[in-house]
């Protein structure tokens, strides 16, 4: 049915394009009528009608530095003028520069970095370094672990996105998270033996040792519910793998570069993995950008052997320049430093909305990365959204989360949320007033979840 000007259920006419053109992502292309965004600025971004919205989970938890920042728009402007575009096959300045950076800001010994153009490849070349590397085939991954939609990281994957992609590649097995709240070995942090580090070693032995390459892992798990890990976690299965073998990768796509209040997340343990993956953060998303670096020991493996893979785009001047600007921009602002001083605030603040609001059963997280989970029921702590639901979408639309974000949206907040978590992860550059001023509009919105909760 088309409108006076023509257009079809009286859409923008973006949108009747986009739903006409484009196959957005993890939907039912039917379903889509997504808002037009054209335009950003700092921490906040614009719809067609000039409303603004506060990004408070920076995107898909992308813009660390927030939108626009012109040191890194002039880098790309400067290096768009000079080259787009070179083979991978070539030494490139922005390149090498880039990769002598995360030398510089990995922990240990990680040194060389395989570029790649986001998270899910990054992934990808990461098991391939550790199956070549090793000699081994297996690889554990976690339950509440998201690696990627491409077909090996989405296996990697543990919760319910990965089902339409099985069987997925061979060769993988889960383990259960370290979910301290809804402890899987039902213990409390007092009862807690670090049950979640032996049962890895038990699959590790039912597996056979000598055919497990790697361990995959989040720094903290991300999507799967912000799940800080104990502090004795990731130093026990540091050593585990040690005892056999095995190596650690860190993806660090979501928790890389500040967003958790240090340069990765391993690093609140000082923790080294033998790999580390990375996307998002390395230059914010203003140019697809991802990677792999490998410890000294992988890199001098390969320095005598063929590494059979490789991609058009790896190092990609323009994303590279864009990422040297990028961690420039870290240093100068200070704001890995300042995303562990925000989120202290942050975390307190969302503290005192636990105690208002009867649906928040717990409050967690680190740095500018928090999480607010939501229950029915305190006492039971019955979810309030059951985790992959899959009446609420991938995308979290629909149900009281959807109304949620929805009611947010009319106030001016964006924030993304999905089944009974909430993700509060604004970028590291966010003011102070607008920090509160987003926990206010939360608190607002919150009684939608109260009202759910009770009725
Ligand atoms: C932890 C983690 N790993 C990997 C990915 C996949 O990255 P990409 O979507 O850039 O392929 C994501 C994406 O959200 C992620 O959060």
């Known amino acids: 049915m088309a409108d006076s000007k023509g257009n079809r259920e009286g859409l923008d006419p973006i949108v009747e394009e986009t739903r006409d053109y484009v196959f957005v992502p993890w939907a039912v292309q039917g379903e889509v009528r997504p808002k037009p965004i054209l335009r950003a600025e700092g921490c906040w971004f614009f719809d067609a009608e000039g409303q603004r919205y506060l990004d408070f989970s920076s995107q898909h938890i992308v813009s660390n530095i927030g939108h626009g920042h012109p040191k890194v728009v002039a880098a790309i402007q400067k290096q768009a003028e000079t080259l787009c575009y070179i083979s991978p096959g070539y030494a490139n300045d922005m390149r090498s520069r880039l990769a002598r950076l995360m030398a510089e800001v990995t922990p240990g010994d990680l040194c060389k ?17 550790a199956r070549w590397y090793t ?4 690889v554990i991954t976690r339950y509440r672990s998201y690696h990627g939609a491409s077909h090996g990281s989405m296996t990697l994957g543990g919760d319910n996105r990965r089902w339409a992609s099985e069987p997925g590649i061979p060769g993988i097995s889960r383990v259960f998270d370290p979910y301290c709240y809804r402890c899987p070995f039902g213990k409390q942090p007092d009862s807690c033996g670090l049950e979640c580090v032996t049962h890895i070693e038990e699959v590790i032995r039912a597996e056979g040792p000598d055919q497990v390459a790697a361990v995959f892992i989040e720094g903290i798990t991300g999507i799967g519910g912000v799940l800080v890990p104990p502090a004795r976690y990731l130093p026990a299965l540091r050593a585990l793998c040690d005892t056999y073998g095995i190596l650690l990768v860190s993806d660090e796509v979501m928790t890389g570069f ?8 391993v690093d609140h343990w000082n923790v080294v993995p033998d790999i580390i993956t990375f996307a998002k953060g390395v230059n914010g998303g203003y140019v697809p950008l991802g990677g792999v670096v490998i410890s000294e020991r992988i890199a001098r493996h390969f320095d005598r052997h063929m590494y059979w893979g490789g991609l058009t785009y790896s190092g990609h001047p323009l994303a ?4 040297v600007a990028t961690i420039e921009v870290y240093r100068e602002e200070e704001l890995i430093e300042r995303s562990a001083r925000l989120g202290l605030r942050l975390l307190d603040e969302l503290r005192g909305l636990q105690a208002r609001h009867p649906s928040i059963g717990d409050v967690r997280g680190l740095g500018l990365f928090c999480g607010i989970e939501l229950v029915k029921d305190r006492a039971t702590r019955e979810a309030l959204i059951p985790w992959q639901d899959p009446q609420f979408g991938v995308m ?7 109304r949620m974000r929805e009611a947010a949206m009319q106030r001016g907040l964006y924030f993304f949320g999905k089944w009974n978590m909430m993700y509060i992860a604004p970028p590291l550059t966010v003011s102070e007033e607008d920090l509160l001023w987003g926990v206010r509009v939360l608190d607002e919105v919150l009684g939608l979840a109260d009202a759910s909760a009770t009725a």
């Open 135 to 138: 000699g081994r085939q297996k």
């Open 113 to 129: 970095t395989l570029f790649t153009s986001g998270g899910s490849e990054a992934n990808e070349n990461a098991i391939k370094f």
């Open 320 to 323: 590279c320049a864009a990422g």
């Open 396 to 402: 979290g639309g629909g149900g009281v989360m959807g």
């Open 258 to 265: 500040g967003r958790t209040g240090r340069w990765f997340g």
